[in-house]
């Protein structure tokens, strides 16, 4: 493996970090209704455990408001009851051949828990970064014991390396600033 290779493969797995914690974060519930927010809810189908949006149409009917529509209408009660069942604490309203999920508004105490554990998910995400950038060096401090690369080489990558890890910090902090302005907004 040569210094490009190692800057690349850090670049790519910090990347993949900060998507990890988009994710998490889109199912984080603020009090304006989203269609990712039912993604990792599973229903049985046909014996496989499938996600929602697999088996319905997921929309927006308005700020707070979800319109789930089955694509088989003999699936509307099982999504009901699975959406009741998850931990989001949503209660949806089933209408024939379509599912209405209202967001309940959240209360002070509620966005405030939600808050620390936005701020929670964003220091996991930086120390995984972190991580990276220590396996990373130490990778370098390794080849410059096996004679791979100069000790000037190894400096100069561990500065690229912190500039890379340096952003990816900056861009976590602005991901849950944002996240935390959403969840406060009333």
Known sequence: MNIDEIRLSIESKMSKSVDVLVSNLAKIRTGRAHVGILDHISVDYYGSSTSINKIANVNLLDARNIQVVPYEKKM????????RESDLGLNPISFGDSIKVPMPPLT?????NLVKVVKSEGEETKVA???????????LK???KDKDISEDDEKRSQESIQKI????????????SKKETEIMAI
């Open 76 to 83: 509307i009660n099982v999504i009901d009851k699975a959406i």
């Open 108 to 112: 002070e105490e509620r966005r405030k």
């Open 129 to 139: 970064v972190r991580n990276i950038r220590r396996e990373a060096n130490d990778l």
């Open 142 to 144: 390794k080849m410059v």
């Open 165 to 176: 890890t340096d952003h990816n910090i900056v861009l976590i902090g602005q991901i849950i």
